[in-house]
Nanobody
Framework: QVTLVESGGGSVQAGGSLKLSCKAPRLITSTFRMYEKGWYRQAPGKQRELVAAISRDDEPRYADFVKGRFTISRDNSKKTVSLQMNSLQPEDTAVYYC?????????WGQGTQVTVSS
């Protein structure tokens, strides 16, 4: 329903940082504001799991394993949700997916690979 374009993935060494960005270029700003935005990840052999989300009230929530290291933010005027990832560890290696969600919609990006080497 919503086209989401992710960018910013790549390969870094342990302790490094990456910033993921997700843009909804086909939404108008007023519509983008209506959705809860989130980032999920899926590592090989594991289920997809929540990394971080930000509510319509701008309240962030984080998985315990990224608390204090990752920061989710959004820019409604630019129709973008970002995930700043610091102190990356090899266990953070996964495909990261952007998600927009409402009562009527659940849209996902194509995924962007994050690889952290030790």
């Amino acid at each position: 329903q919503v086209t989401l374009v992710e960018s910013g993935g790549g390969s870094v060494q342990a302790g490094g940082s990456l910033k993921l960005s997700c843009k909804a270029p086909r939404l108008i700003t007023s519509t983008f504001r209506m959705y809860e935005k989130g980032w999920y990840r899926q590592a090989p052999g594991k289920q997809r799991e929540l990394v971080a989300a930000i509510s319509r009230d701008d309240e962030p929530r984080y998985a315990d394993f990224v608390k204090g290291r990752f920061t989710i933010s959004r820019d409604n005027s630019k129709k973008t949700v970002s995930l700043q990832m610091n102190s990356l560890q090899p266990e953070d290696t996964a495909v990261y997916y952007c998600n927009l969600r409402s009562q009527d919609l659940d849209s996902w990006g194509q995924g962007t690979q994050v690889t952290v080497s030790s």
